[in-house]
């Protein structure tokens, strides 16, 4: 008898097609992301989770399934998945890492450009009927802030991080950056957080979310930046405290900001960077390519069909299980 998968989210590409060659697989058939309470339901006696980040994989929903053999997720963060309690029963989790760094890291330069030369404040003045005859030009209109020449931090030099810097030194920027462990890249100076911060005339983070760094942007780091640098975020909400940045943003120590993470998603109608101007704001869209989502959907899969083959997945997040 085939082993049941089920699969939170429709997916780009075949890759549905070839898992189905491999088990039992069901598919939830509704827009948007399932209830956790749907999730619990659709379950009962399933042995394989191919799910997205937003569905949330918690010690309740896993003691809750004796059966629960994997969870492949289509997602390089696995914050969205209590970790620790399928290692503690045995159970591999997947994801999907490398596929998606160079599309995420033209997602975070076009928010520094974006940010730094007021695009979306800019598109917004024309729209709103706000361009006339009486503000036609200025040597004051819109002026930003330029990359070529200026520091760049990077928080998390990491395959992403390191992507940006090569795309950085094309700008003529000079690069800094923060690591928790040993790390190098061309061009790129190591420096303690602290001094990343006071240097960085912008800086981006891409660390994953994790204990150890959970509001690792905190509001007394926060005033450590150079006055009127420029902070993205497209690693994960949480990292940056978001009420401190806006209050950063809204008293002009921070020129501006572009974030796509959240704490939390989506972002609620309460959140202070809806009302400022100088934020540019998308939906949690790093990865958001047709290609880049076709390959992590493969790579789920891959994962998928591995665990029910009994192989090791090609990225287990737990590889400890296997021993």
Same mark, same amino acid.
């Given at each position: 008898? &085939?082993?049941?998968?089920?699969? #939170? ?27 956790? /309470? ?8 399933? !042995? ?41 029963? &045995? ?38 009927? !706000? ?8 040597? $004051?209109?819109?002026?930003? &802030? ?13 395959? %992403? ?20 462990? $040993? ?15 006071? &240097?960085?005339?912008?800086? #981006? ?16 780091? %926060? ?23 806006? $209050? ?18 989506? %972002? ?36 998928? %069909?591995?665990?029910?083959?009994? /192989? ?12």
């Amino acid at each position: 008898m &085939k082993k049941s998968v089920f699969v #939170t989210r429709q997916l780009p590409g075949d890759g549905l097609r070839k898992l189905a060659d491999s088990c039992d697989l069901r598919v939830w058939p509704n827009p948007g992301p399932i209830t956790p /309470q749907s999730l619990h339901s659709e379950m009962v006696g399933v !042995q394989g989770l191919l799910c997205m980040l937003t569905d949330r994989v918690d010690c309740n929903l896993i003691k809750s399934l004796p059966g629960l053999e994997f969870v492949s997720s289509m997602s390089v963060g696995v914050d969205h998945i209590d970790v620790d309690a399928m290692t503690d029963r &045995k159970i591999p989790v997947g994801h999907t890492p490398g596929v998606l760094v160079e599309t995420t890291a033209d997602t975070a330069f076009a928010l520094l450009l974006a940010a730094a030369r007021r695009i979306a404040e800019s598109d917004r003045f024309i729209r709103h009927g !706000q361009w006339s005859s009486a503000n036609t030009w200025s040597p $004051e209109f819109f002026v930003g &802030k330029d990359l070529w020449g200026a520091t760049l931090g990077i928080i998390g030099l990491g395959e %992403i991080g390191k992507a940006v810097a090569r795309r950085a030194a094309g700008f003529g920027m000079q690069v800094v950056a923060y690591n928790r462990s $040993e790390a190098s890249a061309p061009g790129v100076d190591l420096l303690p957080l602290e001094d990343v911060l006071a &240097k960085s005339d912008f800086i #981006t983070v891409h660390v994953a979310l994790a204990d150890d760094t959970r509001n690792l942007i905190s509001a007394q780091r %926060i005033a450590l930046i150079k006055p009127g640098a420029v902070l993205v975020n497209t690693a994960r909400g949480g990292i940056v405290d978001e009420v401190a940045l806006a $209050e950063a943003l809204m008293d002009g120590r921070l020129s501006a900001a572009g974030i796509d993470v959240f704490s939390e998603e989506p %972002i609620t109608r309460s959140s202070p960077l809806l009302n400022l101007p100088n934020v540019v704001l998308t939906p949690h869209i790093g990865s958001a390519s047709v290609q880049t989502r076709i390959r992590m959907a493969d790579l789920a899969v891959a994962n998928a %069909i591995a665990a029910l083959a009994g /192989q090791t997945m090609p990225c287990c997040v737990n590889p400890q299980v296997y021993d």
